[in-house]
């Protein structure tokens, strides 16, 4: 099962209210039935399934519909406020596609177009693994299955190959090493006949990326860009200010210098940063 949430207005990003006349989850029919206790409605039964806030198709907002879990619920006389966090790792899914598996949801007789509050007997997970999947972006030039075996201790550096940087590289495979964590660049490893898809491969196996903006090298630009996208943490570095991309430039990254004491606070700084990832 799993509630269907729709409102006029959208639902925010934790917390929204709806009124209790428009809460249809009556305790007169077998599945309403299930979430009273002793005639009330109780709040602990409600949050043991998954909710899918709906803007009301016509409504004010986007028509993207997310998936949430609710993690508490306040029952007054007139409303009810409901809390939650939205599960940013599913797709949204648009009112459009919800409509053309009304009967398959059990979206009921006023589907999207009707602000309300409902519990529809269906697999939410089941419904969106078969019907999502269909549409899953995939790239053309590379393949990202290595992401489907993470190592939570791997640090994969993004930087361009050249002498001047590998005083940079070894201070960068020291810091790691000392916390107890392990490092990677593209140089290290031949597996498949194209660069790419080695490079690619230890972007997505890994925990954390680190790209090195020096120099505008476009390349490092691209990776960053594949690690933002698969959803890596990726920490910019650079030597100037200026060889930060101006799309970048709301992101923090860390400055250095490349002489020993910069490289040195460099080391401190990154490692720093790791364990906050890490939560150590």
């Known amino acids: 099962m799993f509630h269907l949430l729709v409102a006029y207005h959208g639902w925010p990003a934790n917390a929204g209210v709806i009124s ?5 989850i009556r305790n007169d029919d077998p599945i309403g039935n ?8 109780d709040a602990i039964k409600l949050k043991a399934y998954p909710a899918l806030l709906v ?3 016509g409504g004010n907002g986007p028509q993207f519909a997310k998936v949430a879990y609710i993690t508490h619920v306040t029952i007054g006389q007139l409303d009810i406020s409901i809390q939650y966090v939205i599960d940013n790792a599913v797709f949204p899914i648009s009112n459009a596609e919800l409509e053309g598996h009304r009967v398959e949801l ?18 939410l997970f089941k419904f969106l693994l078969l019907n999502q999947q269909k549409r899953a972006v995939s790239p053309k030039v590379f393949s990202l299955e290595a ?16 002498a001047e940087l590998n005083p940079v590289y070894v201070a960068l495979q020291r810091a790691i090493a000392d916390i107890g964590l392990s490092c990677v660049r593209a140089d290290d490893i031949w597996e498949h006949h194209t ?3 080695d490079v690619v491969n230890i972007i997505a196996r890994a ?3 680190i790209c ?6 476009p390349n490092v630009f691209y990776e960053a860009g594949i690690a933002h996208a698969i959803g890596k943490e990726v920490i910019l570095i650079t030597q100037s200010e200026q060889d930060i991309p101006f799309d970048l430039r709301h992101l923090r990254y860390i400055r250095y210098l490349s002489n020993g004491e910069g490289l040195e606070n460099l080391s401190t700084t990154l490692q720093a940063k790791l364990r906050s990832i890490r939560g150590w």
């Open 34 to 41: 299930s979430f009273f206790t002793n005639g009330q409605l």
């Open 207 to 209: 925990k954390v990326v």
């Open 147 to 162: 992401a489907y075996s993470q190592d939570e201790n791997l640090v994969s550096i993004m930087m361009p190959f050249s």
């Open 195 to 197: 660069i790419i898809q």
């Open 55 to 57: 803007t009301e198709t």
């Open 212 to 217: 090195d903006c020096s120099g505008k090298n």
């Open 106 to 123: 059990g979206l009921g007789r006023y589907g999207l177009s009707h602000t309300c509050w409902t519990v529809c007997d269906v697999d």
């Open 20 to 24: 209790t006349s428009r809460t249809y």
